[in-house]
């Protein structure tokens, strides 16, 4: 497959990754499908989710596909009254990304990043490359310095 912005950026910024590629099934875009078919423990692979606050102000954060975002941690995380996640439609013109593609590297816009904290207790995650059928394994303390994230308790 071809560099993503994603996997430019990393380059770029001479930070270790290692990118991963897998077999597209587009009726099953799931996260937990994606981490069989790398290989991976589920709670290692991420997924990347979209969210606008009470502000009108874009957030994302990064948590276990086995997982689910709690709204009221994640409010509480971006020091915001009400968290709710963008409509599907939003996605594409907001970030550069589509569904089951969304990397928290290279997105539009430099919106804040929250990674789950749980991701520190691994050597290694995965987050998406930017496109459907790749994944990078990236260390998360390398993540967050190239998404300027913080790690908080979100799930």
């Not at 077999?23 to 990347?48: P, Q, R």
């Not at 569904?99 to 050597?123: A, D, L």
């Not at 995650?125 to 908080?152: C, H, N, V, W």
Request: net charge neutral.
């Amino acid at each position: 497959m071809n560099k993503t912005n994603a996997v430019r950026i990393l380059e770029a910024q001479k930070i270790p990754h290692q990118t991963f590629n897998y077999d597209v099934d587009e009726n099953d875009l799931s996260g937990t499908s994606v981490a069989h078919k790398i290989n991976a423990a589920e709670e290692t692979v991420f997924k990347t989710l979209v969210t606008r606050n009470d502000q009108n102000e874009i957030l994302v954060f990064c948590i276990p596909v086995n997982q689910e975002l709690n709204l009221k941690k994640a409010a509480i995380a971006s020091r915001s009254k009400k968290i709710e996640m963008i409509k599907l439609n939003e996605l594409l013109p907001l970030t550069g990304y589509i569904r089951g593609g969304c990397s928290p590297i290279g997105m539009k816009k430099n919106y804040p990043v929250i990674i789950e904290e749980t991701s520190q207790i691994f050597e290694f995650i995965y987050i998406s490359a930017g496109i459907r059928g790749m994944q990078i394994r990236i260390s998360p303390p390398d993540l967050e310095k190239i998404t300027s994230a913080i790690f908080k308790d979100v799930i």
